[in-house]
């Protein structure tokens, strides 16, 4: 049943969950949301976009560079991802009076990276285009819940470690290509992860970023090259429609959104206490990905650490304020993504080796616990070591290549693992 008080913690009413969930009524007004505003929703809201800001940003920043994209097309993608999904976090999490934290797909940012050496970026925005009227389609249906028990996550998770494991071997090579700049990095990150009291005021990321900011200017390395401007000025660009871009990357970015993300996003959520909008937070990634398509930036997702920091503290009722600010937070770094792509090029190149690294440490060792740690451990080996060895027949990436021979072989050689997850989820005992 649906509360009006707006004090006490709203359920969704209306439809059954299998399809488009309807938002808490009524909605909160200016004196609800001065009465549930407070230092903690604003810190963690603060906290969550300094993370999406530093780390996150500096694996686009690799994968761009490495991908030939210019300083135009990088700040266009930027604007992107953060004005336009900062404004539909804003948007959600007030209707649904919850912290519904919308990003970009960072696996699926990986995967493109993999493609552009063979693959043009109009080719690439036309199979974003197309990953995100898959996903539309897969929300107006309901399918969603379908698709996510469809596909066995150790597999998935076992194609994301492959995908990630670059940036690990990236943050390591870092130390032997500039030492005096990934040993303090590390250091300091390192140092506010172990001092869990100091690390809550300071995340150990952006801790890492201001070491490698004061190392680069002790060095005098800062080379800031032209002078783009401060606002964003967001390029639109026209798809090119390839049937190899599509069956290269549509269904990993889809995977990516569906059940990587969006998956570790509605986890983190219920545990919280909160019952997040499944189907229709599927249908607004798919709408989102279509303008974010047209000004270069990689599909929309419903992010997971961002809303686990959202989540971290505070009255489960109070914490969509956090989600608020988070969005209001990100539009602002969308309209100066000029000034934020600069800033990162102006750095030497193992400033973002090692910042991108750092945040993909954790993802990647998820990754590996939830591919390795449970069933389909042989389909889940296979998966990662065909992503991880970078083949590309028919020039499709590795990445979807893993995919495919994991699933196979799961299918041929796990068949009890498949019975038993079955049994699982009925909540029967697995014989």
Not at 102 to 115: C, D, E, K, L, N
Not at 250 to 272: E, S
């Amino acid at each position: 049943m649906t509360t009006t008080d707006g004090d006490a913690t709203a359920t969704p009413a209306g439809p059954p969950p299998h399809r488009f969930e309807r938002p808490p009524r009524p909605l909160s007004d200016l004196r609800t949301l001065r009465r549930h505003s407070g230092g903690a929703y604003l810190t963690n809201g603060l906290v969550g976009m300094v993370f999406a800001a530093t780390g996150p940003i500096a694996v686009i920043m690799s994968v761009g560079v490495s991908g030939g994209l210019s300083t135009a097309q990088l700040s266009s993608w930027i604007f992107g991802i953060f004005f336009l999904n900062g404004l539909l976090t804003l948007l959600a999490s007030w209707l649904y009076r919850q912290p519904l934290a919308f990003f970009w797909t960072i696996p699926g940012t990986v995967v493109v990276g993999g493609s552009l050496g063979h693959l043009t970026w109009p080719e690439v925005l036309g199979a974003f285009v197309v990953t995100a009227a898959l996903i539309l389609v897969v929300g107006l249906t309901g399918w969603v819940r379908r698709v996510m028990s469809a596909l066995p996550m150790p597999i998935v998770m076992a194609m994301v470690a492959g995908v990630f494991l670059q940036f690990g071997l990236d943050l390591v090579d870092a130390f032997g290509v500039d030492p005096g700049l990934a040993v303090p990095m590390v250091a300091v990150f390192l140092l506010l992860s172990v001092m869990t009291g100091l690390g809550k005021r300071i995340p150990p990321i952006l801790g890492a970023l201001l070491a490698g900011v004061a190392a680069v200017a002790l060095s005098g390395r800062f080379d800031p090259a032209g002078d783009a401007g401060w606002l964003a000025q967001p390029m639109l660009q026209p798809p090119q429609w390839s049937w190899q871009a599509i069956l290269e990357l549509v269904v990993p970015l889809a995977i990516t959104v569906l059940v990587v993300q969006n998956g570790q996003g509605i986890a983190v959520l219920k545990q919280a206490g909160h019952e997040p909008p499944v189907n229709v937070a599927t249908v607004a990634c798919g709408l989102w990905s279509l303008p974010a398509a047209a000004v270069g930036a990689v599909s929309t997702c419903l992010t997971g650490p961002t809303n686990a920091l959202l989540t971290a503290s505070g009255q489960r009722h109070r914490h969509y304020i956090a989600g608020m600010v988070c969005g209001g937070l990100a539009m602002l770094v969308g309209l100066l993504a000029p000034a934020f792509v600069q800033l990162m090029l102006a750095t030497p190149e193992a400033f973002i080796a090692v910042l991108g690294g750092l945040a993909m440490l954790r993802a990647l060792q998820g990754a590996f616990v939830s591919a390795f740690g449970g069933r389909f451990t042989l389909g889940a080996l296979v998966a990662f070591v065909v992503t991880v060895s970078d083949v590309d027949p028919l020039n499709i990436s590795a990445a979807f290549w893993g995919l495919v021979a994991g699933l196979a072989v799961s299918g041929l050689m796990e068949r009890a693992d498949f019975t038993a997850e079955r049994a699982s989820r009925a909540g029967e005992p697995a014989g």
